[in-house]
């Protein structure tokens, strides 16, 4: 069977055959019944997904459909070949099945497809000697998509394949949750400002990085597009010139230009450090204790399972739009972002709308807003006001009086 051929049988339009094309395989397995559909494995796992699940009982409906259609088990197995291979191949367009599934068997498939990764995460982390229970916070994290894909459809239990790349981090070692947060391994992003510390008083300054396009209001303009300003950041004779960023509201001071000592200043990070990606996943419980908690564990747990040590954590987010801070007065996202050094991130468009509603398409103005975040969306799209995304970073410097406005008395 050819690419295009098994597209047809799927009712799937031709254009669906060149993507499925780079991971095709005629080989016998492609046949064979991915382990999430076999029976049993929902129950191991439904536990551990961290929310009610009251679709178990139409699982094993589902697993025998897919045992008796290899059209069904090919597709599984293509999707987990991609997610493989390359998760960034444009998994979020490829069709539900919608020609041999109902549409609530369509969600549920897509959800058992992803959990199907959960024994390859977990056999990833026993290589790495961690105990079990980390494993579960994958699981915990589809358990959050459960509610993101019945947002868009109708009521309907499922996982959005727009989403499934996120389990390949986690195979490869490099994303772990610690608590409250997950935490991606990486080095610091290109976003990133230039960070300086004095050495006498222990105050944190931001500068934007030389070339960042910024708008008359301070923030960035989308990549490739022109702002109102140019930022410079020179450094000569002992002497640190640029834009300063102001903690609070993450918008560049543009109209100014700071001057540091390097004498007293000195640039907090290098090239080489480790500046995990903090990942907020969903569930609430977002409370000051929970997130200094996370942070201070994923210290340690970096410091004694990578030998590395942390000096800052970063993350760039539609949860960190400066709109919340004055949206949602109060509230556990507000006040997580008051002890954080916000920083102005590339616009991006409609950021959040996905997490929220499940979906970014049509006009937002017509989104339900039957919830106090959903309200805080629709002032802001009332108001004519782009979704933001915003960045942030914390020096882990500052851990000890996180809770206190960290940034706020600089």
């Given at each position: ?6 597209a047809r049988?799927m ?5 669906t ?14 046949e064979?019944?991915?382990v999430?559909?076999?029976?049993g494995f ?5 536990g ?6 009251p ?9 025998a459909?897919?045992a008796?259609e ?9 999707i ?11 998994l979020?367009?490829?069709p ?20 199907a990764?959960?024994p390859?995460?977990?056999?990833a ?10 494993a579960?916070?994958p ?15 109708a009521?309907?239990p ?5 989403q ?5 981090y986690y ?6 949750r610690?608590?409250?947060?997950e ?25 934007c990085r ?9 923030f ?6 022109a ?19 102001h903690?609070?509201t993450?918008r560049?001071?543009t109209g100014?230009?700071?001057t540091i000592?390097?004498?007293?200043y ?17 569930g609430?419980?977002m ?18 399972r ?15 739009n ?19 050094y916000?920083?102005p991130?590339p616009e991006?468009d ?6 929220v509603?499940?979906?970014?398409d049509?006009?937002?103005?017509d989104y ?5 975040l ?12 782009p979704l ?20 706020r008395?600089?």
């Open positions: 069977m050819t690419p295009m051929e098994f049988r009712g799937f339009s031709p254009a055959a060149e993507a499925f094309s780079r991971f095709w395989s005629d080989a016998p397995e492609m064979t019944l991915p999430s559909f076999q029976p929902f129950d191991r796992y439904a551990k997904l961290g929310v009610p699940a679709f178990a009982p139409e699982i094993p409906a589902l697993n459909r897919v008796a290899p059209l069904l088990r090919i597709y599984a197995n293509l987990l070949r991609a997610v493989s291979e390359d998760p960034h191949a444009g979020g367009t490829w539900a099945p919608a020609h041999l599934l109902t549409p609530r068997q369509c969600g549920l498939f897509q959800l058992l497809t992803a959990m990764m959960l390859r995460i977990e056999q982390y026993r290589k790495l000697g961690l105990p079990p229970e980390y579960d916070g699981a915990r994290w589809i358990g959050g998509t459960i509610a993101i894909y019945a947002a868009a459809h009521g309907n499922g996982h959005d394949l727009r499934i790349h996120w389990l390949k195979q490869e070692k490099r994303l772990f610690v608590g409250r947060f935490f991606m391994i990486q080095t610091a992003p290109d976003w990133l400002p230039a960070i300086y510390r004095s050495r006498k008083t222990g105050q944190t300054i931001a500068f030389e070339g960042w396009q910024l708008t008359r209001e301070g960035r303009p989308r990549p490739g597009a702002g109102e300003c140019t930022a410079r950041l020179d450094e000569l004779a002992n002497r640190v010139t640029g834009i300063p960023i903690p609070a993450g560049a001071e100014r230009y700071e000592d390097t004498e007293e000195f640039p907090v990070l290098s090239a080489h450090d480790w500046v995990p990606g903090i990942h907020i996943p969903g609430g419980g409370t000051p204790e929970l997130t200094k908690a996370s942070l201070e564990q994923a210290v340690e747990f970096f410091r004694t990578f030998r590395k040590e942390i000096r800052a954590f970063c993350c760039e987010s539609w949860i960190l400066p709109d919340w801070l004055t949206e949602l007065p109060g509230s556990h996202l507000a006040r997580f972002m008051e002890e954080l916000l920083t991130v991006s409609r950021a959040g709308l996905f997490f509603y499940g979906r970014d049509g006009d937002p103005a339900p807003a039957d919830n106090s959903r309200r805080a969306f629709r002032r802001l799209i009332d108001a004519g006001r933001r995304a915003g960045g942030m970073f914390l020096l882990t410097a500052d851990l000890e009086r996180f809770g206190s406005g960290t940034y008395a600089g």
